[in-house]
């Protein structure tokens, strides 16, 4: 075996792991640049889709079904919950939008912790995609494999919607003139609240699809967390990223924790953020510019 080959299905992980990330970071991209709101409890909305998910799943497409359908749902209510909540917080005042989302997501953990126990939870996934692959001669998980095509589509889906669509136009519009989308008989309070409703469905739909990735426990929601913001910030965290330039942040991470583990071990965990380190040190001088909207 060559060292090339060996370093396949790290690298494949890594294409999964960014894929899941960008799913959810998608979704706080949207939060913090449309709707103006640093929302620290988006890791908690992913971890309950996850929890879903191991509660029902059973080895079943209908049981991932029902999961998929449950979870988006709760997420989506949680989000427009977040947007009733912090409506009489100003657009501008990050500090206490990010108190009081870190507490809603302190004590949604304590409830997940209470509900389903401090364990980390097994997940089934559907039969027919719950064994190896060969893959020039190693075996990989068909389940990733499925993940990985879903994930792109819904990638596709996204940039679609906001650059081809009028909810789109609407979600750009409110970015850069608020005022402009009132006067044309479109509140923004409601542009918010759909977004962060979307902005939730998008962490419970990459909990319960990517709960066989990035399972469900105490720990969960604060990982999945750091590692979307970390994404953000490379991606550009000014709120105007493009799908694009979201998404290969989200792979560089996720390639960053699979073959930085393979490459050098020990450094590993240091990795991550000495290369967020020198985006922003670069972006700081002016040798990378944001990403302008898609």
């Known amino acids: 075996m060559n060292r090339v080959d060996a370093y396949l299905i790290p690298a ?3 294409v999964a792991y960014g894929l899941l990330l960008f799913v959810v970071a998608a979704g706080l991209v949207l939060s913090f640049g449309v709707a103006g709101i640093l929302n620290l409890a988006h890791g908690t909305l992913y971890a309950i889709g996850a929890y879903v998910a191991a509660t029902l799943s059973d ?3 209908l049981a991932l079904l029902l999961a998929l359908v449950a979870g988006v749902a709760a997420t989506t209510a949680g989000g427009a919950a977040l947007s009733g909540m912090l409506a009489p917080v100003p657009r501008g005042d990050h500090l206490t939008q990010a108190l009081l989302t870190f507490g809603v997501a302190l004590a949604g953990g304590s409830v997940l912790v209470m509900a389903f126990g401090a364990e980390n939870l097994p997940v089934r996934v559907p039969a027919t995609v ?3 692959v060969d893959l020039a001669g190693h075996a990989y998980a068909g389940y990733r494999l499925v993940f990985i095509a879903v994930a792109a589509a819904l990638a596709l889906a996204l940039h679609a919607v906001v650059t081809r669509t009028r909810a789109g136009m ?3 519009a409110a970015l850069d003139d608020p005022d402009m989308v009132a006067c044309l008989g479109v509140s923004p309070a409601r542009v918010r ?9 998008l962490a419970g739909t ?3 699809l990517g709960a066989p990735i990035i ?11 750091l590692l979307s913001l970390v994404v953000v910030v490379l991606g550009g965290h000014s709120g105007r990223s493009s799908v694009a330039g979201t998404l290969l942040a989200a792979l560089a991470v996720g390639e960053i924790q699979t073959l930085g583990v393979a490459l050098a071990p020990t450094a590993a965990p240091f990795l991550l953020f000495a290369a967020m380190a020198a985006v922003l040190a670069a972006r700081s001088h002016g040798l990378i510019r944001r990403w302008s909207p898609a």
């Open 206 to 208: 990459a909990g319960v």
């Open 193 to 201: 609240l759909g977004v962060l409703a979307a902005s939730g469905a």
């Open 170 to 172: 609407l979600v750009r």
């Open 59 to 61: 080895g079943s497409w």
């Open 215 to 225: 399972g469900p426990g105490p720990g969960t929601a604060a990982t999945v967390l």
């Open 12 to 14: 494949l992980d890594g």
């Open 130 to 132: 719950d064994r190896p």
